[in-house]
């Protein structure tokens, strides 16, 4: 054990310094509570395209601000990468300074990665394509993905898709594609689709011009998933599907859809659902939106009415739809259960906190506020090391077991807490809506915390993720099913 | 990258557990507890064969050499069986003598390495003040004078290590076993396999082994550590009986664990706890590699775990029934030591307070 030095570590606070707390008035600073008055503004999606952009800007700012002054090195695990993979690293960094110039990034929309995960599509112009097309030919995107579909076909190794994450970020070139076609109907076409519908779907929709919204869930088939109830009946080359879907994420820009539909009425309710791709353009399709609790409409429903799907159009055999689509909700899980959405919130706790005087005093030095930043900054960090223990077991070839089924519920739940304290140090100005210029951050907070219901409810429900726990994780028994 | 345990760490755990497993199952607790000074020097050399006394102790002087991550494992598993005995006073005194002075080290380590010699540390002085900026206890000549309050088995100890100041300021002294003017007053405590005892000095004869607190503050970091580890030892040991107890506890026709009221319970548990394991790995790798994130990492990971440890004894003697709340039933004895894991060395609410003090915010 090498000496260290004890007073330094006990009176200064690691590649911290002093508490930064902004000078009142400072640029990017918001004003005392104190000095807040009120004033009328309508939410975030009543919002003039002006107040729009005046209010990016200003959350530009902001974030900009957290960037510099608050995602410091304290929070980065340093642990360090074998020299094959330093090379490989040094690889990917000139595989960039190729193909991805700086007149590229100055094009990139001028977002921050948080405002991003807030509802800004990734770029999928020409120059976009161009360079996910290069970086497939040489295995640094798709890599799960085979090359004659458009994909980098490279064996699995987490650490090597992690760096090549870390670096393509770091850069601001286009990012693998994370949403629903790439993320759940790649993967099952992969594994269930014919040749026809793979070369037909799957590199267009790994370059973004093919995008996909998901019909799975039903106003009566929610958590109970498979009693699904719209239906397809056969007449001559066509599925004629009739029903209806809810919580359609992006249905109304979706160009396709992947859904299960119930296409054998006579077999038992696993054995007789279909998995069909539909077109959205075919006519008797009518999408509405459905407006949620923060007043913006995300979700959709979607009304088949006599809707005629091409035979050659479902993937896997008939009545296997329900098996198909496992492929799809694992990586869904695995797609939401990741602790960066809590870390990115708790920093911007942390920079409210030092922002904010409630009450004549700063936020931070309220000793029951830091005592529950430090009780969640510890369960962030459980959240992010277990994350590194998964990355490191899957690199093995072992599954996380426990320590993996718990990743969803775990992270959701610590979003959503750490939004809740937000609202806290936000006092009374918690009342103000996201968009609102008074509300802390422009509330993009507030955004966070409501947005944070269907990150927790999305992908199976907390009590549906404790089931999971309980009887794949402990061995319980499962409860009656019908 | 690798963040997780190496082969050769996975063996030295299944090792300690088999040992413990066969060698001091809950019968041979309850017999050690029991007894008058808590402490079975079998128990203890057989610890000290497989390298838990010395792990830390460096090689050339016969120890394992080995780091706190190490140390750690071991704590969770001396955790999960509730095994009694001085190990904490122990390791934490080996580290803070590791920042001592050679004649010390040369002195005491050969033989802690084997286990012959049982080290404790005296760190805690009144209710609740465990930083060595604020000691009273005085050195003058080489005789101390003060109290020192929570004592891990300062009755078998060969030495204990005593924060104290004099004319240079904090430091740390060594008073060897039987020096006269000291007093040694066992107290009743709740958890009954760690006994901790009041230590009176009134001139007692010390050595003073290191200037400045470092020592202490190494004592400090490695305790909350090893506590974080043995609370995450004893949750994940509740978890586990009360699940095999959901499976075997019948009611209203059917095991109970088939019901969600008491699977998503469980569930919960194990969210909260599987994640928080990484949390005192990290903590451990930090003090062994990343020093200047040690001192906050400790003191977030023993709060974080020391309370998840209290939360899930509760759910555990709940779900248990009236059958839990009974002395037969093996449950209290790790809601005992999770009332030790929780206020030695400080409460949560200080660690957490010190976490944000450190973080400069």
Same mark, same amino acid.
């Given at each position: ?55 990016? =800007? ?28 330093? *090379? ?54 798709? *890599? ?234 510890? =369960? ?103 | ?101 050679? @004649? ?72 060897? =076993? ?34 400045? *607190? ?77 020093? @200047? ?59 957490? *307070? ?8």
């Amino acid at each position: 054990m090498a000496v260290r030095d004890g007073t330094l570590l006990r009176h200064e606070a690691p590649g911290n310094g002093a508490p930064r707390r902004p000078e009142p008035g400072a640029r990017g600073a918001l004003p005392p509570m104190a000095h807040r008055t009120r004033r009328g503004a309508g939410p975030w999606h009543t919002a003039s395209a002006l107040a729009r952009t005046r209010l990016l =800007r200003r959350i530009r700012r902001l974030l900009s601000k957290w960037d510099r002054a608050e995602r410091v090195e304290e929070y980065h695990v340093n642990l360090k990468y074998s020299e094959e993979y330093q *090379r490989f690293r040094e690889e990917v960094r000139a595989f960039i300074k190729d193909h991805w110039t700086a007149e590229d990034v100055a094009n990139n929309p001028q977002l921050s990665e948080m405002a991003q995960g807030l509802g800004s599509a990734p770029r999928t112009d020409e120059r976009a394509t161009a360079f996910r097309r290069e970086a497939a030919k040489r295995g640094y995107m798709y *890599r799960h993905v085979p090359r004659a579909y458009g994909g980098g076909e490279q064996p699995p190794d987490p650490l090597k898709a992690t760096i090549i994450g870390e670096e393509f970020k770091a850069a601001k070139t286009p990012p693998e594609l994370m949403s629903q076609g790439p993320a759940m109907l790649i993967p099952t076409l992969l594994a269930h689709g014919s040749e026809e519908q793979k070369q037909e779907f799957v590199e267009k929709t790994l370059l973004g011009h093919i995008r996909w919204c998901q019909g799975y869930s039903e106003p009566g088939a929610g958590s109970d998933l498979a009693s699904l109830r719209t239906t397809g009946v056969l007449e001559g080359d066509h599925w004629v599907v009739n029903g209806q879907k809810i919580w359609t994420s992006n249905a109304r820009e979706a160009d396709w859809m992947f859904a299960l539909i119930r296409t054998e009425p006579d077999e038992a309710k696993h054995d007789g659902i279909s998995y069909l791709l539909i077109d959205m353009k075919t006519p008797g399709i009518d999408v509405r939106p459905l407006r949620q609790m923060d007043g913006d409409a995300h979700f959709n429903e979607v009304f088949f009415d006599n809707v005629r799907v091409p035979r050659a159009s479902m993937v896997g055999d008939r009545g296997q739809g329900w098996y198909v689509s496992r492929s799809t909700l694992k990586a869904e899980r695995a797609l939401i259960g990741n602790a960066s959405m809590a870390r990115r919130t708790f920093d911007g706790c942390v920079a409210l906190a030092q922002m904010t005087e409630v009450r004549g005093h700063p936020a931070i030095q309220d000793p029951v506020i830091r005592d529950r930043l430090t009780e969640l900054e510890a =369960r962030v960090l459980a959240a992010e090391y277990n994350g590194f223990r998964l990355l490191t077991e899957s690199a093995k070839g072992h599954d996380g077991g426990l320590a993996g089924l718990v990743t969803k519920l775990h992270t959701s739940t610590l979003a959503h807490d750490v939004s809740r304290l937000a609202m806290d140090i936000s006092s009374d100005a918690a009342m103000l809506a996201p968009g609102e210029e008074r509300a802390p951050f422009s509330g993009m907070l507030v955004q966070s915390y409501i947005m944070y219901y269907a990150l927790a409810i999305g992908g199976g429900a907390p009590n549906i993720q404790r089931n999971v726990i309980g009887e794949r994780g402990l061995g319980l028994p499962r409860d009656v099913r019908r | 990258m690798d963040f997780g345990l190496t082969e050769d760490q996975s063996l030295l755990q299944d090792s300690i557990k088999k040992f413990v497993e066969a060698e001091c199952p809950p019968t041979r607790v309850r017999d050690i507890m029991e007894s008058d000074d808590g402490h079975d020097p079998a128990l203890w050399r057989g610890l000290a064969e497989l390298g838990v006394a010395g792990m830390t102790v460096p090689a050339e002087h016969g120890g394992a050499g080995l780091e706190l991550l190490d140390l750690a494992l071991a704590s969770d598993i001396l955790g999960w069986a509730a095994i009694p005995g001085p190990f904490l006073g122990n390791a934490m005194a080996t580290a803070a003598l590791s920042q001592s002075d050679a @004649d010390a080290q040369e002195r005491w380590f050969p033989s802690v390495a084997t286990g012959e010699t049982v080290l404790t540390v005296a760190l805690g002085e009144g209710i609740g003040e465990w930083d060595a900026a604020a000691v009273q206890t005085r050195a003058t000549g080489g005789k101390l004078t003060g109290e020192k309050s929570l004592v891990p088995y300062a009755e078998i100890a060969d030495v204990i290590l005593v924060t104290a100041i004099d004319d240079d300021g904090p430091g740390l002294w060594a008073v060897e =076993r039987g020096a006269s003017a000291m007093e040694i007053t066992a107290l009743s405590g709740n958890d009954l396999t760690r006994r901790v005892a009041h230590v009176r000095f009134d001139g007692a004869s010390a050595r003073k082994i290191a200037s400045g *607190r470092i020592a202490a503050d190494y004592a400090r970091d490695v305790g909350l550590v090893l506590l974080a580890a043995d609370a995450s030892g004893g949750a994940h040991r509740c978890l586990e009986m009360t699940t095999e107890y959901a499976l075997t506890r019948e009611q209203f026709g059917q095991v109970i664990g088939a019901f969600q009221g008491v699977k998503h319970q469980l569930a919960n548990l194990a969210c909260d706890l599987e994640p928080a394991v990484s949390l005192w790995w990290y903590a451990a790798h930090a003090f062994d590699h990343i020093q @200047d994130k040690t001192e906050r990492h400790a003191a977030l990971a023993k709060s974080h775990l020391t309370d998840l440890y209290d939360t899930t004894v509760r759910y555990a003697i709940e779900l248990h029934g009236g059958i839990g709340f009974t002395w037969e039933y093996d449950l209290h004895l790790w809601f005992r030591r999770a009332m030790f894991d929780r206020a030695f060395l400080g409460e949560s609410s200080y660690h957490r *307070r010190r976490a944000a003090d450190l973080a400069g915010w």
